[in-house]
């Protein structure tokens, strides 16, 4: 079976939210250059990332230097930060909490996301012979602040779809913690 995405992961996203989606799915690129650490040597990295938010569907997909990265790594890990400090934010900056309401977690969010990752670098660190998780500092720091900050745009440039998103994590926030009480009362 051959797969043909004319405009690449935005089409392959838009594909798996279907017709019922909270937003339009977007797609950021961006190019950065910097180092893991001082004594390593400069490199380039392209992000690519596509998104949408859905109430139906989840799913979150990275890929780096053309490989599937089964367990993440750095990218997972600017992806969640990123997301996490944007939308709580977006929330704190709305008043969309109750008073001494807790924050958000990744879970709330994660349950409404369908994220796909395509990455270039011209140095990757993998966390082992496998292949399925990259340690790339810099592609972790260039990812989170380059996500964050797309949000925070993204929030301010579309409003109503920032409110449909900010109630469907904050129904998931509600919801999971509701649960968990119910558990906890179960257990007692």
Same mark, same amino acid.
């Given at each position: 079976? @051959?797969?043909?995405?004319?405009? %690449?992961?935005?089409?392959?996203? $838009? ?9 339009? =799915? /977007? ?10 650490? #001082?004594?390593? =040597? #400069? ?28 367990? %993440? $790594?750095? =990218? #997972? ?16 900056? /709305? ?12 879970? @709330?969010?994660? @349950? ?16 082992? /012979? ?32 920032? #409110? ?17 009480? /119910? ?6």
């Amino acid at each position: 079976t @051959d797969f043909c995405y004319p405009n %690449g992961i935005l089409d392959y996203v $838009g594909e798996i939210a279907g017709e019922q989606t909270l937003a339009m =799915p /977007q797609f950021w690129e961006t190019e950065r250059k910097g180092r893991d650490r #001082e004594d390593k =040597p #400069e490199y380039k990295v392209r992000i690519s990332a596509a998104l949408c938010f859905s109430n139906r569907v989840s799913r979150l997909e990275y890929y780096h230097n053309s490989s599937w990265l089964e367990h %993440g $790594g750095a =990218p #997972e890990k600017a992806t969640k930060s990123a997301f996490v400090s944007a939308v709580d934010k977006y929330l704190r900056d /709305q008043n969309k909490y109750q008073k001494n309401e807790s924050k958000i977690t990744w879970q @709330d969010i994660e @349950d409404c996301l369908i994220f796909v990752s395509n990455n270039f670098s011209t140095q990757t660190s993998y966390e082992n /012979q496998t292949k399925k998780s990259i340690t790339n500092k810099f592609v972790q720091e260039a990812m989170t602040e380059f996500l964050r900050t797309n949000l925070e745009i993204y929030f301010i440039e579309n409003h109503f779809d920032a #409110e449909k998103i900010a109630e469907q994590v904050l129904v998931n926030k509600r919801s999971r913690e509701s649960a968990e009480k /119910q558990r906890l009362n179960i257990k007692k």
